[in-house]
């Protein structure tokens, strides 16, 4: 495993995420998602991020029974504060730490900013800021930042709005760099001097695989690498990267990553080239811009599987594979049971206008 430095302390390049752990008919599947942990532990990863909405509330409780059969200083938490989930932040704190088992937090991040939420976050009246920095102080808290789904404008009204912040969390890789404008995310942060945190490196698993062609001519390049791993291989040319962390599912995807952070080995300008005009193919083609983090699905009053309709609209701008939408319809609630509410959408990161994705899929067949 290769490590990088954050203000004395040497963290794993490869941060472990509990948003994706394996599941069963009950929730988390805690054998499956110990295995990982465990495997996590043992190849040298000291980084779990997790946060109080995950798996519906049960991530945190997970990792903190998952982790304490270790010492507290072989590994480092994350967790997140979200307004939209209780603006209560003494209370959601105080619950977060009986949850994780332990009297501290290394890094605590305000969770999800972006339109929606950057105005309950900078309300003077709720003194969340005071509150971070008071905990801080007492020791429960280590670092202070905070993760954005929001615009570039979004994100430099909230770096500029308090200096409390020591990293900040956004979502970065290859497709976005252009697609959601990650570029310019990046570089308001690194002006600002600050760390970059990131999440969703292979999109949801969508740049786990590009599709055949595609994937063959990354394998002729480098046969070595898998298909995901030029993904973390892209991030590693970032020098302001400093944290990369992945929801790994299963240990196929845990074994993979860890033979990737084997060695800090960032792409060539040849490999840079074919990666980004790969990228660019691929972009024109993928119709929904969805990493499946399943914020949508939480307040969706008829429970659709909203990612696995939209991978399968992807899927379907692709393929028009009408064998695999009849299956689909055959096996869970979909597209017909939507009443176009919105809720969905409002919980969005990426604002897709997940109703009228629905109204495509019901028109498909």
Same mark, same amino acid.
């Given at each position: 495993?290769? +490590?990088?430095?954050?203000? @004395?302390? %040497?963290? /794993?390049? #490869? !941060?472990?995420?509990?948003?994706?752990? =394996?599941?069963?008919?009950?929730?988390?599947?805690?054998?499956?998602?110990?295995?990982?942990?465990?495997?996590?532990?043992?190849?040298?990863?000291?980084?779990?991020?997790?946060? +109080?909405?995950?798996?519906? @509330?049960? %991530?945190? /409780?997970? #990792? !903190?029974?998952?982790?304490?059969?270790? =010492?507290?200083?072989?590994?480092?938490?994350?967790?997140?504060?979200?307004?939209?989930?209780?603006?209560?932040?003494?209370?959601?704190?105080?619950?977060?730490?009986?949850?994780?088992?332990?009297?501290?937090?290394?890094?605590?991040?305000?969770?999800?900013?972006?339109?929606?939420?950057?105005?309950?976050?900078?309300?003077?009246?709720?003194?969340?800021?005071?509150?971070?920095?008071?905990?801080?102080?007492?020791?429960?808290?280590?670092?202070?930042?905070?993760?954005?789904?929001?615009?570039?404008?979004?994100?430099?009204?909230?770096?500029?709005?308090?200096?409390?912040?020591?990293?900040?969390?956004?979502?970065?890789?290859?497709?976005?760099?252009?697609?959601?404008?990650?570029?310019?995310?990046?570089?308001?942060?690194?002006?600002?001097?600050?760390?970059?945190?990131?999440?969703?490196?292979?999109?949801?698993?969508?740049?786990?695989?590009?599709?055949?062609?595609?994937?063959?001519?990354?394998?002729?390049?480098?046969?070595?690498?898998?298909?995901?791993?030029?993904?973390?291989?892209?991030?590693?040319?970032?020098?302001?990267?400093?944290?990369?962390?992945?929801?790994?599912?299963?240990?196929?995807?845990?074994?993979?990553?860890?033979?990737?952070?084997?060695?800090?080995?960032?792409?060539?300008?040849?490999?840079?080239?074919?990666?980004?005009?790969?990228?660019?193919?691929?972009?024109?083609?993928?119709?929904?811009?969805?990493?499946?983090?399943?914020?949508?699905?939480?307040?969706?009053?008829?429970?659709?599987?909203?990612?696995?309709?939209?991978?399968?609209?992807?899927?379907?701008?692709?393929?028009?594979?009408?064998?695999?939408?009849?299956?689909?319809?055959?096996?869970?609630?979909?597209?017909?049971?939507?009443?176009?509410?919105?809720?969905?959408?409002?919980?969005?990161?990426?604002?897709?206008?997940?109703?009228?994705?629905?109204?495509?899929?019901?028109?498909?067949?």
């Amino acid at each position: 495993m290769i +490590y990088k430095d954050f203000q @004395g302390t %040497s963290l /794993s390049r #490869l !941060g472990m995420g509990n948003m994706r752990l =394996p599941e069963g008919r009950g929730g988390i599947d805690k054998e499956k998602a110990q295995a990982i942990i465990d495997c996590a532990m043992a190849q040298g990863i000291n980084y779990y991020d997790t946060a +109080y909405v995950y798996h519906h @509330g049960e %991530s945190e /409780s997970f #990792l !903190g029974e998952a982790l304490s059969k270790y =010492p507290r200083e072989s590994y480092y938490l994350a967790t997140k504060f979200y307004v939209m989930a209780n603006p209560n932040i003494e209370e959601m704190f105080e619950e977060q730490l009986k949850k994780l088992r332990t009297d501290y937090i290394d890094f605590y991040l305000l969770h999800c900013v972006n339109e929606e939420t950057i105005g309950a976050y900078m309300d003077e009246k709720r003194h969340y800021i005071d509150f971070l920095l008071e905990q801080k102080a007492k020791g429960r808290i280590r670092h202070i930042g905070f993760s954005s789904h929001g615009k570039p404008e979004t994100l430099k009204r909230f770096l500029e709005w308090s200096d409390a912040f020591e990293f900040v969390q956004i979502q970065l890789n290859y497709l976005d760099w252009t697609m959601q404008d990650a570029k310019r995310q990046y570089a308001l942060i690194a002006e600002r001097g600050l760390p970059v945190w990131v999440m969703e490196p292979v999109r949801g698993r969508r740049l786990a695989s590009l599709g055949e062609r595609y994937d063959a001519m990354l394998k002729q390049a480098k046969p070595e690498w898998s298909v995901p791993a030029w993904a973390f291989h892209w991030l590693m040319g970032l020098p302001n990267v400093t944290m990369i962390l992945s929801g790994m599912s299963s240990m196929e995807q845990i074994r993979d990553n860890i033979a990737t952070f084997k060695e800090e080995a960032p792409l060539t300008a040849e490999q840079n080239m074919l990666l980004m005009n790969i990228a660019a193919g691929y972009q024109s083609k993928l119709a929904v811009p969805c990493t499946a983090c399943r914020y949508c699905c939480d307040g969706c009053p008829q429970r659709i599987d909203i990612p696995r309709w939209m991978n399968l609209y992807n899927e379907l701008s692709l393929t028009h594979d009408k064998a695999a939408w009849e299956q689909a319809v055959k096996e869970s609630s979909g597209p017909a049971d939507c009443i176009g509410c919105g809720q969905c959408t409002a919980h969005c990161p990426q604002s897709i206008a997940i109703p009228e994705y629905m109204k495509k899929l019901c028109d498909f067949h």
